[in-house]
């Protein structure tokens, strides 16, 4: 009976302590590879031990962790990521004599904004709106990184990778800016009502170097009546004179002489601005 009991305890005490034969032979890491956009977000990677047999391994202990730079990112005990600064690292799960890497980039950026946040898409079917995205940084910098845009309804609206939208039927939905897990959103309202004629004032501007002017569009229908709250889409004949912004801002940059052109649906109007 002592030697059953004795044999019994041994058993146990072998499952609990790995002495079994199922011992580590590799370390999965989730997710694999990591990229982290924003300074400050924080984020786990979880890690399962397995034999050679590719099976968990019952009651491993957590691996160690640690980061090629720890001025890029942080890993406690847990695999907790703290992000430090813009870069990357290799952090790396061991026990045992096994070990496997993740590699980590670490991307600053703060926010994201769009322009226009809303507006109203005049015109048939088909018509197109520019939107754009401005991603800061933790120093309330721009920086250039990727944005990606998706349509919250394509029966009313689709937009482009680069931010155009168009309009698809009657109707408002949302388009969204993402950067990472940030994003914001325009809302964006299609009317497909016809455009008969447009104007612009002022039709003839004149501002200093530094300086703004503001345009404003005035759209009508086939029958004369003034469509209210229409977008219009700008664009300056010289950027480097004058560039006009998704508002209808013209800024006076340098010298010279540009057009500034709107477009509501398939109807233009024309304005002038001298810069001095």
Not at 156 to 179: F, L, M, N, Q, Y
Not at 212 to 222: E, M
Not at 249 to 270: D, F, L, P, W
Request: contains cysteine; positive net charge.
């Amino acid at each position: 009976m002592r030697t059953r009991l004795a044999a019994t305890a041994l058993g146990a005490a072998c499952a609990m302590f790995l002495a079994c034969g199922q011992k580590p032979a590799s370390i999965q890491v989730s997710p694999n590879r990591v990229k982290i956009y924003g300074i400050d977000r924080p984020q786990r990677l979880v890690a399962r031990v397995l034999d050679r047999k590719g099976q968990p391994v019952e009651f491993a202990q957590a691996p160690t962790w640690a980061s090629s730079q720890n001025e890029v990112v942080e890993v406690d005990s847990s695999g907790r990521l703290k992000p430090k600064k813009e870069g990357k690292s290799v952090v790396t799960a061991t026990l045992e004599g096994v070990s496997t890497q993740v590699h980590v980039e670490i991307v600053d950026v703060k926010a994201v904004e769009v322009a226009p946040i809303s507006s109203k898409l005049v015109g048939a079917v088909g018509s197109t709106l520019p939107l754009s995205a401005t991603v800061t940084n933790s120093r309330d910098r721009p920086v250039v990184v990727p944005v990606s845009w998706s349509s919250s309804d394509e029966k009313v609206i689709s937009v482009s990778p680069d931010g155009v939208v168009t309009s698809v039927g009657a109707g408002k939905a949302t388009i969204v800016a993402r950067v990472g897990d940030l994003q914001t959103a325009s809302e964006i309202t299609v009317d497909p009502r016809p455009v008969a004629r447009l104007v612009l004032l002022p039709s003839t501007a004149l501002v200093r170097v530094g300086d703004s002017q503001h345009y404003q569009v005035t759209v009508y229908g086939p029958d004369g009546h003034l469509i209210e709250g229409a977008s219009a889409r700008y664009v300056s004949s010289d950027p480097s004179v004058a560039p006009v912004d998704a508002a209808g801002i013209a800024s006076g940059r340098k010298t010279g002489v540009a057009t500034i052109r709107a477009q509501v649906g398939n109807q233009t109007a024309e304005a002038t601005v001298i810069v001095n």
